[in-house]
C-alpha cells in the first residue's frame, strides 16, 4: 500500500505520531494458521513475522538489531511453490 501511495510511509509515521520504531511485522500467512490453532506466532522460526516479533522484544531490552528488510527475497522452489499452489 505505501508503494502505491494509499499509505503513509514508515517515517512519516514515525514522525507523525512522534516515536521512534522498535520494528516492522510484515504480512504473513503463517499469523492466521497460528491464530487458528492456537500457537503463538513466534514459535514458528520460519515465519518472518516470528522473527519481526523476537527482534522487536530484543530492542525492547535494549539490543541492537538491524531492521528486517521489508520485501521477501523469493528463491526459486518458492516462486514454484506458490505457482503450483504448495506455498
Known amino acids: ?3 502505491k501511495g ?14 521512534d520504531l522498535l520494528g516492522i511485522v ?3 500467512e503463517y499469523v492466521i494458521k497460528a491464530a487458528n490453532s492456537g ?3 513466534v ?4 515465519s518472518r513475522a516470528s522473527l519481526a516479533f523476537r527482534n522487536i522484544a530484543r530492542r525492547i531490552l535494549g539490543d541492537t538489531v538491524p531492521l528486517m528488510p521489508l520485501e521477501e527475497k523469493a528463491g526459486v ?5 506458490k505457482f503450483l499452489g504448495i506455498g
Request: charged share 30%.
Open 77 to 81: 522452489l518458492h516462486k514454484m511453490k
Open 6 to 19: 494509499d499509505m503513509l510511509d514508515i517515517d512519516e509515521i514515525c514522525q507523525v505520531l512522534a516515536i
Open 26 to 28: 510484515p504480512d504473513d
Open 1 to 3: 500500500m505505501m508503494k
Open 39 to 41: 500457537e503463538p506466532t
Open 43 to 46: 514459535m514458528n522460526a520460519g
